[in-house]
């Protein structure tokens, strides 16, 4: 693909360094629609990102987007705090009917502000208070957000060095394979819990990823996330889930917990539960852990009306019959297959292909290589990312809705890059 270079001054000039993902994809995107990507230039580019998560359906799904056209031209509410709205009942009554039901999960839902990191805010303030304990257990490669709470429970050493000050009350423990199998599962977190002496506070929660997106695709183990579930319960810990990326059918089933047959204390939620991308959040928990005051926790944007709407139509366009679930685990082994293939292809560059449902990474062994990669497969047309301490894992991501056609080519295209890149 031949790119014009695109005007980026006003970008460059006024907009703050800290900018990202405009660093790595240098074009200005001006439409999209389902898995693919249109720049002014008329480019187009197949979105293995989706959002980092957050376009599960694709860009402007056809459905949502009517839903979305037809509450606005009548003047729906767009703006309501907490206050009840119909926009507001019609997503709780659908999400209960198609999520919570099905799963005979009782929990009750909090809008605790707009991003997943209100979410694991939210999560973590209401796990002290319940349990009246100041310290929370996070694991090795982790990451929440990007609030100081859930800073203190991330695991980069690039991110939490942005808070400037302190990051208390957090403690990590290994994930799982961290040590590489070579250590009984948690055989040091429960020795610390039992001796008096080790200067472990009691922990009023332990939060969690099943699958750790930003960490490398590091996919935990269905035993290993049972076993935490029932340490959790013996030491009378609550578990803390954290479904924002890998939520939303991202892995297979609603949730990605699920696999495993736990259910946690408390689940947040966000990225995809909108499904069009609008800012929408999630803090789930069971009816017995609901203390909060009136206003003790609160946000001037928790109660995003057009994200209701088109979260409703997203549940019940897609989550009403077990489709999804089965057609996202069926591309999932598509891309499974097409990624072993590479690393076949290349034995001594990558390291490990890893994921679940439609996510997955590869890892190279020359950490650099990924963003090379990443860089290349930009210029032939598809968009990905590389996740991991080093951005050493190539990470994809496409929408729950690409098609067979897209993923194969979008792979072909990685596949490409890889080679090209050598």
């Given at each position: ?188 977190f429960e020795r610390l819990l039992q001796d008096s002496g080790s200067g472990l506070n009691r922990p009023a929660a332990v939060i969690v ?17 049972r076993a935490l579930a029932e340490l959790c319960k013996r030491q009378d810990m609550l578990l803390i889930v954290d479904d924002i990326q ?38 789930l928990f069971r009816p017995e852990l609901d203390v909060w005051e009136p206003g003790e926790h609160n946000g001037t944007f928790r109660g ?119």
């Amino acid at each position: 693909m031949t790119i014009t270079q695109p005007d980026l001054s006003i970008f460059q000039t006024l907009e703050s360094e800290v900018r990202s993902y405009c660093r790595g994809w240098p074009t200005v995107f001006d439409r999209a629609q389902g898995s693919r990507m249109y720049d002014e230039d008329g480019h187009t580019y197949l979105d293995f990102f989706a959002g980092a998560g957050s376009l599960n359906y694709g860009h402007n799904n056809p459905i949502l987007k009517r839903a979305l056209i037809d509450y606005l031209e009548r003047d729906g509410v767009t703006h309501g705090l907490d206050m009840s709205t119909t926009a507001k009942r019609a997503f709780l009554e659908t999400f209960q009917k198609t999520v919570l039901r099905p799963r005979e999960l009782d929990h009750k839902v909090m809008f605790p502000g707009p991003t997943g990191t209100n979410a694991v805010e939210a999560a973590l303030k209401l796990a002290r208070k319940v349990k009246g304990r100041e310290s929370i257990v996070s694991f090795t490669n982790a990451f929440h957000g990007m609030s100081l709470g859930a800073l203190a429970v991330t695991g980069n050493a690039f991110k939490r060095a942005g808070a400037g000050i302190p990051l208390v009350h957090g403690t990590p423990m290994p994930f799982d394979n961290y040590l590489d199998g070579q250590v009984e599962d948690f055989l040091w977190f429960e020795r610390l819990l039992q001796d008096s002496g080790s200067g472990l506070n009691r922990p009023a929660a332990v939060i969690v990823e099943t699958v750790q997106g930003e960490g490398g695709i590091n996919v935990a183990r269905v035993e290993w996330l049972r076993a935490l579930a029932e340490l959790c319960k013996r030491q009378d810990m609550l578990l803390i889930v954290d479904d924002i990326q890998m939520g939303c059918g991202r892995t297979g089933a609603f949730f990605s917990f699920e696999e495993a047959g736990i259910v946690p204390d408390i689940i947040t939620v966000s990225k995809s539960i909108s499904g069009y991308g609008l800012p929408m959040a999630l803090t789930l928990f069971r009816p017995e852990l609901d203390v909060w005051e009136p206003g003790e926790h609160n946000g001037t944007f928790r109660g995003n009306n057009p994200a209701f709407v088109t979260a409703a139509a997203a549940l019940n366009a897609y989550w009403t019959d077990g489709q999804m679930e089965k057609q996202t685990l069926a591309r999932g082994e598509q891309v499974e297959a097409a990624l072993r293939a590479i690393a076949a292809e290349h034995p001594t560059e990558v390291a490990d292909v890893r994921g679940r449902g439609l996510v997955w990474g590869m890892e190279l062994n020359d950490h650099a290589r990924a963003s090379a990669i990443a860089s290349r497969a930009f210029e032939l047309g598809l968009l990905i990312e590389t996740s991991g301490p080093e951005s050493e894992v190539v990470k994809l991501l496409p929408a729950l809705t690409v098609s067979p056609e897209e993923l194969d080519e979008g792979l072909s295209i990685l596949a490409r890059a890889v080679r090209e890149t050598a």
